[in-house]
């Protein structure tokens, strides 16, 4: 199996996330009136919740962290956006679901390495 090419997936998954949570996270107050809009109880402090998640999961699915927590908690994410977030768009909604997919896989398979997850121990 090429790791090289399992990494630039891992790295393409998480990437998404990244940019996406930093910027829920310096525009909170913009992305609260749009969860305000969609009815979402205490929007402000949702919409850094959200842009945390983001960031934080999609930081841990690029290094390897705790991949598979981190794809499986990816994965409902993307599952419950497509329903709030995305009703109305059939586009967005597959999206997600395509992604929740490949998050599953990862989930299922876990990442290889480089990984942190499957790092090199030194035993003696």
Aim: aromatic share 14%.
């Amino acid at each position: 199996m090429n790791t090289t090419v399992l990494l630039i997936g891992r790295i393409l998954l998480g990437l998404l996330f990244v940019p996406a949570g930093f910027g829920k996270l310096m525009g909170a107050a913009g992305f609260a009136g749009y969860l305000g809009s969609l009815g979402v109880p205490a929007p402000l402090a949702m919409a850094y919740l959200v842009g945390l998640f983001e960031l934080v999961f999609g930081l841990m699915v690029i290094l390897g962290f705790k991949t598979r927590l981190a794809a499986f908690l990816l994965a409902g994410f993307c599952v419950v956006t497509a329903f709030i977030g995305h009703w109305g768009d059939m586009s967005a909604i597959l999206k997600n679901f395509a992604l929740a997919g490949g998050f599953l896989y990862l989930a299922s398979f876990g990442a290889y390495p480089p990984a942190v997850d499957r790092a090199p121990t030194n035993r003696i």
